[in-house]
T-cell receptor
Framework: GDSVTQMEGPVTLSEEAFLTINCTYTATGYPSLFWYVQYPGEGLQLLLKATKADDKGSNKGFEATYRKETTSFHLEKGSVQVSDSAVYFCALSDRGGNNRLAFGKGNQVVVIP | SQTIHQWPATLVQPVGSPLSLECTVEGTSNPNLYWYRQAAGRGLQLLFYSVGIGQISSEVPQNLSASRPQDRQFILSSKKLLLSDSGFYLC?????????????FGPGTRLTVL
């Protein structure tokens, strides 16, 4: 079935550093791809999305490009802030009528001042 | 605009007790509704989804059940809680239709079973 794989382990980096979180997927057809962010003690918020190959989603300085040839949707930000500390989830939608999402395991990002 | 509510926000229950978590959506009609569980240190597991009143699909067989008595109300229940039911429960909604596949999440319920 459809699945999403995120890089293992938390990510710790200094303020203003460059952030990359890897995400690869396995799917039949042409899924939509998402990044969600979860701040401590809260639900998930949609960060960005892309619905077709070569689309770039962007929001709050974060970007991710839908790469069909490498089945990837890596998240990047050029200069992180302490407020970006959160858990980041990559997800895909099977685009069926019920819009089910498959999530990766998430990556804890800690930004140190 | 649309909003999604969950309650309670936090719940501590003994093993073997019943459970009822509620989720309601405002500002939209006939949404798809979803229940997820997030166990400590793990990703999100889809438990149930619903495409309409009384229509429930179960993803993972377990001692939980879901019901949708009204269009914008989704309830997660259990007759007897297990220790393994502890976790963070998230409700989500999306618009119906294959091209409107973004899911929007509620604030969650933190359940601790002792």
């Amino acid at each position: 079935g459809d699945s999403v794989t995120q890089m293992e382990g938390p990510v710790t980096l200094s303020e203003e550093a460059f952030l990359t979180i890897n995400c690869t997927y396995t799917a039949t057809g042409y899924p939509s791809l998402f990044w969600y962010v979860q701040y401590p003690g809260e639900g998930l918020q949609l960060l960005l999305k892309a619905t077709k190959a070569d689309d770039k989603g962007s929001n709050k300085g974060f970007e991710a490009t839908y790469r069909k040839e490498t089945t990837s949707f890596h998240l990047e930000k050029g200069s992180v802030q302490v407020s970006d500390s959160a858990v980041y989830f990559c997800a895909l939608s099977d685009r069926g009528g019920n819009n089910r999402l498959a999530f990766g395991k998430g990556n804890q990002v800690v930004v140190i001042p | 605009s649309q909003t999604i509510h969950q309650w309670p926000a936090t719940l501590v229950q003994p093993v073997g007790s019943p459970l009822s978590l509620e989720c309601t959506v405002e500002g939209t009609s006939n949404p798809n509704l979803y229940w997820y569980r997030q166990a400590a240190g793990r990703g999100l597991q889809l438990l149930f989804y619903s495409v309409g009143i009384g229509q429930i699909s179960s993803e993972v067989p377990q001692n939980l059940s879901a019901s949708r008595p009204q269009d914008r109300q989704f309830i997660l229940s259990s007759k007897k809680l297990l220790l393994s039911d502890s976790g963070f429960y998230l409700c989500a909604w999306s618009k119906q239709g294959a091209r409107t596949d973004t899911q929007y999440f509620g604030p969650g319920t933190r359940l601790t079973v002792l």
